[in-house]
């Protein structure tokens, strides 16, 4: 399916799944798109996601349930695979003009509420980006940058807090909860086994690598690992298909988590490049790896990554941090 269709454009899914429908809704981001899934059902509708709290989105959504005639009360359960603003940013709103209980992990609606109640560009800690290495300047021009992003989410508490292996119902699929940690801590995939079908979120994209973040805010001692961990999981349960929340299907998940693995393999070797000559800090090693101009979001999101990166590499042993004039920085654990 084309990026560029018309937003709130429905289709179903597959000919095994006829009861699914994919909704497009545009995002405010690079990202551009992300599809939820609607799923129908005699005791009610299921919907997998929500899109971001804009007004583009709320419209398209609103397009997309009258192009499938299905009125907002006749969903019943709301399923969040994670905490993000494009995935949970419309729930409460949903939830509000549908009466519907929204499903998800107990470790991303704690994360959720944290969030919200921190400052409006509460996911920075200005003290920790600047011990390594981020300059005053950019630390206030990225917390003035996040400063809407909150608004992004209307805000809900969950109705169920769904557990790994947990089996749910989205409208008529019987479908069971599988935990995938890395993109965020408690990020939760939806397993449809007669048909081996994984709904996976942002845990597998086709075409870029899901991010992963680590930093003060990040609740996760190594996401990264657990990231790759995840990847481990979903390829010994060996979906034939995997139906993402951005971009085109994955025909063949398998593959696709071994060039993921792969891809931060290479980035773990190029981290190691970069650190050859002397200890740099994280926002040095970021720099490096990230010479193209990238907006500021994806700036503070690349920064964030590379710890991630670092920290995974802290544990397997391969560098080490050290303290030099008040900043951290890395170095390769044999200098
Ligand atoms: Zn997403």
């Keep these: 399916m084309s990026p560029t269709s018309p937003p ?3 289709t179903l899914v597959k000919e095994n799944l006829p009861m699914v429908a994919v909704i497009r809704l545009p995002l405010p981001f690079a990202l551009k798109e992300i599809k939820i899934y609607l799923i129908a059902g005699n005791h009610g509708y299921g919907l997998l996601d929500t899109g971001p709290n804009t007004e583009a989105a709320r419209k398209a959504l609103e397009a997309g349930l009258a192009q499938l005639g299905v009125p907002f009360e006749a969903i019943s359960t709301i399923f969040i695979s994670h905490y993000h603003s494009d995935h949970a940013g419309l729930a409460g709103w949903v939830k509000k003009r549908s009466g519907a209980k929204i499903l998800m992990d107990a470790q991303d609606s704690r994360d959720l509420a944290k969030f919200m109640k921190g400052s409006p560009a ?3 800690d200005p003290h920790f980006l600047g ?7 950019r630390i206030d021009i990225i917390g003035q940058a996040l400063i809407g992003l909150k608004d992004l989410i209307v805000p809900f508490a969950a109705d169920e807090l769904v557990q790994d292996g947990q089996d749910i119902y989205l409208g008529s699929l019987g479908l069971s909860c599988f935990r995938t940690p890395g993109h965020t801590p408690g990020h939760t995939c939806l397993y449809y086994e007669p048909d081996n079908i994984l709904f996976c979120g942002d845990h597998l994209l ?9 930093g003060s805010k990040i609740d996760h001692p190594n996401p990264l690992g657990a990231y790759l961990d995840s ?4 390829a010994v349960l060996n979906p034939r298909l995997a139906l993402t929340a951005h ?3 994955i025909a063949d998940p398998g593959q696709r988590v071994d060039e993921i693995v792969h891809h931060h393999d290479k980035r773990k070797g190029i981290i190691k490049f970069i650190l050859a000559d002397r200890p740099k800090t994280c926002q040095e090693i970021t720099s490096a790896l990230f010479l193209d101009e990238i907006s500021l979001l994806e700036k503070m999101i690349a920064f964030n990554e590379c710890y991630a990166h670092l920290i995974d590499m802290e544990m397997e042993g391969s560098v080490r941090r050290i303290e030099e004039q008040h900043l951290v920085k890395f170095c390769l654990r044999d200098n």
Excluded at 131 to 137: A, C, F, K, Y
Excluded at 231 to 234: D, H, I
């Design 8 to 10: 709130g454009r429905t």
């Design 122 to 124: 509460g996911f920075i």
């Design 131 to 137: 011990q390594h290495g981020m300059s005053q300047e």
């Design 206 to 214: 086709k075409e870029i690598t899901p991010t992963v973040s680590a």
């Design 231 to 234: 990847l481990r999981r979903t």
């Design 247 to 249: 971009g085109p299907d």
